[in-house]
């Protein structure tokens, strides 16, 4: 390395240790890095262009496993990185090696692409056998991103942030690039990052469905596996973290870091939250034979969780090779302070939390009272966040849908399944079917949890898109690179009778009422439902149901292939969604809110034991009565998945008179009519909603 500022011209003083990253002050940089077992820490200071290293020093100081030194004339901007000195012992968990470049788990910014090279790798990628006990030499500092010193911190807000109750709350899942690359009124510039996730076009659209929330996949910077590098495809989704302070450099605008904080002020200035999708459960370093980034190189067996009884090899309760170890104090700090600046210094809502159970996972297993859980309980400003867990690892007890504490809500994959088969038409769905509509209440009643615990949704990011659950019988992954062997093969989807794209017309409007139908039970469903960008205009992967590899057109939104059919079914979904705003009875705020709810048969009055499971069990009539202070007091909800029309009886309306039916999946245009008659003629596959 060429060392263009001299040793002797750095004072390094011994600086504070309190405060982990790089802080910047008046006067200088303070440089704290938490490592219980290195033998010796040593600062690289970079050129402004990140390719020439100018200075080395090492960090003086080590205060309560916190390696500190504080340097002075140093200003914003900088680029670093550290070397870490130990041993090189991974039969032991230590993987110490000072030939490789470190970035800061603290850095608010990274400046430069990884490229990937054997170097990144902390042992000999060439050794004949036992690869990773074999110390590499080679320098990775050419190959590596640096760390960004930066001064972006907390600032008063404009507006109070719209804190939306959780009653009234409803997600859109986006992807800030996939939803922006294509948008044509988006400036060309802006595409595909903050900047245009901000702009007037994205807001506008999104406010005009009704929704309260946007959910945005992962944001925090991430890695593209070498292996999808070697096939020329790209990490899309960005669940593969090496940065939990730091905005991935693809999304970030012209004005910089600033630009994520900019976009989170412009929803809000829309009354809209921002929940972000983060990813502490692994890390992108994957397992023994991954790459050397950070965490692995600066204390190994801190951070992740490695086989009790032999040392070299790593707990892969995640799948990915690698999990983080919440259960250490320094590493259950780093998280929490993560979520503390996106919270505080960058003004987000909430968080949904990626294989969540990862982080109530202590050594004997998930546990509601582990630390993090704890942790979150108690923080003043974390607390008062919306939370979110994927309650699930493929870790020993790692379902826990339900399990979560009080506090927290969960996705409900128990929702998506259930509702899948219901309109699939499987027998047997029936009874679930009732418990998931209003609130899974068998689920989460308990400890004073509420109906919005459960997040409900019948498509996400993985899996099929809405246009796919009804045009695909299995999975289409071959552009993913894998033989078609990647992905769920557990759609419970139906193509209903051609698959792929089809010219009957008899199958399109099937498919057509099926969307109307799940987007309807979604939203009248109580809970806190969640739409997946680009359902509520039918949007399309061919198939794939895995395309976490497709910074393409695969998972772009492609605006302008919008047919005006799909313009109408995005008019249905504004419609189903401002039903639930306007009416307090499809958006329970408690279990015990005194709501009668009435199961009714197709021939006339409540179900019986023996309805539930009978020959045809797949219409049903739901009867809401709640005391409520919002829109209407009453609601009759027909549904029927059953291949065939039904003459559905009414019950007395409350107070007499003829029921007005307010939406019926198989009229969509139609508006309010009074029914004529006690019986309602309820086509095949649809859902009429009465008041």
């Not at 990775?140 to 507006?159: I, N, Y």
């Not at 800030?176 to 060309?188: C, D, E, S, Y």
């Not at 979604?522 to 395309?547: C, I, K, T, W, Y």
Request: glycine content about 10%.
């Amino acid at each position: 390395m060429n060392f263009a500022m001299p040793l002797t011209k750095l004072d390094v003083q011994k600086g504070a240790y309190d405060r982990l990253g790089a802080q910047l002050e008046a006067d200088g940089i303070n440089f704290a890095l938490f490592s219980g077992a290195a033998e010796r820490v040593e600062l690289c200071l970079f050129s402004e262009d990140g390719t020439t290293e100018i200075a080395r020093v090492g960090l003086p100081e080590y205060t309560n496993e916190v390696w500190h030194g504080f340097v002075p004339g140093l200003s914003r901007g900088q680029l670093y990185g550290y070397r870490v000195h130990g041993r090189y012992a991974p039969e032991e968990g230590l993987r110490f090696n000072p030939n490789k470049l470190l970035l800061d788990p603290y850095a608010r910014a990274h400046q430069g692409a990884l490229k990937w090279d054997s170097s990144l790798y902390g042992y000999d990628v060439e050794a004949a056998e036992d690869k990773d006990l074999v110390m590499s030499l080679s320098d990775s500092a050419p190959f590596m991103p640096k760390s960004v010193v930066t001064d972006l911190r907390p600032e008063p807000r404009r507006f109070r942030p719209p804190s939306t109750p959780w009653d009234r709350t409803s997600f859109y899942e986006m992807h800030v690039g996939g939803f922006t690359k294509l948008h044509p009124g988006i400036a060309r510039s802006h595409r595909g990052t903050f900047d245009g996730a901000a702009s007037d076009a994205t807001i506008k659209y999104i406010k005009s469905l009704g929704v309260t929330a946007v959910e945005l996949l992962p944001i925090h910077a991430f890695v593209d596996d070498h292996h999808l590098v070697a096939k020329g495809l790209r990490n899309y989704w960005g669940y593969n973290t090496i940065g939990f302070f730091t905005p991935e450099g693809r999304y970030i605008g012209a004005s910089g870091l600033a630009s994520f904080r900019h976009m989170v002020r412009k929803f809000h200035d829309a009354g809209l939250e921002v929940i972000l999708d983060v990813v502490y459960n692994h890390t992108a370093e994957g397992n023994e034979l991954g790459s050397t980034l950070s965490f692995k190189g600066i204390d190994n067996a801190a951070y992740y969780r490695l086989q009790p009884d032999n040392r070299r090899y790593y707990i892969n309760d995640t799948g990915t090779g690698n999990t983080v170890n919440a259960s250490h104090p320094m590493v259950l700090r780093m998280v929490l302070d993560s979520l503390r600046y996106w919270a505080g210094t960058m003004e987000v809502d909430g968080f949904r939390f990626d294989l969540g159970t990862i982080l109530g996972r202590e050594p004997g297993g998930f546990d509601q009272c582990s630390g993090f859980f704890d942790a979150m309980a108690q923080d003043p400003l974390l607390s008062r966040v919306k939370l979110i867990g994927e309650p699930w690892d493929i870790g020993p007890g790692g379902y826990q849908v339900g399990g979560f504490p009080p506090g927290w809500a969960e996705w409900n994959d128990k929702y998506r399944d259930t509702v899948r088969n219901y309109w699939r038409g499987d027998p047997g769905a029936l009874r679930d079917f009732a418990a998931r509509v209003t609130g899974s209440g068998d689920i989460y009643d308990r400890r004073g949890r509420r109906p919005w615990s459960s997040v409900n949704f019948v498509t996400a990011h993985d899996g099929f898109t809405l246009a796919d659950l009804v045009s695909y019988d299995r999975k289409h992954n071959e552009a993913n690179g894998e033989d078609n062997a990647d992905g769920s093969d557990d759609n419970r989807s139906c193509n209903y009778g051609v698959e792929g794209p089809s010219q009957d017309a008899n199958v399109n409007e099937i498919r057509e009422r099926q969307k109307r139908n799940i987007l309807t039970t979604l939203f009248v469903s109580h809970g806190a439902p969640m739409l997946l960008a680009g359902d509520e205009f039918g949007r399309s992967q061919h198939g794939n149901n895995n395309a976490y590899c497709h910074d393409d057109e695969i998972s772009w939104l492609r605006w302008r292939e919008i047919q005006p059919g799909d313009r109408a079914l995005t008019e249905f979904t504004r419609r189903v969604i401002a039903l639930r705003a306007d009416n307090a009875l499809f958006r329970r705020a408690s279990f015990r809110d005194g709501c009668l709810i009435s199961w009714l048969h197709p021939d006339g009055g409540d179900l019986q034991d023996e309805h539930w499971c009978g020959a045809q069990p797949l219409t049903i009539g739901a009867w809401l009565r709640c005391d409520v202070e919002e829109g209407a007091k009453a609601a009759l909800l027909l549904f029927n998945a059953f291949d065939g029309d039904v003459l559905f009886a009414l019950p007395e309306r409350d107070g007499g008179g003829p029921w007005t039916v307010v939406l019926d999946t198989a009229r969509p245009t139609d508006s309010e009519s009074k029914v004529e008659g006690v019986k309602y003629p309820l086509q095949s596959r649809t859902l009429a909603i009465l008041f």
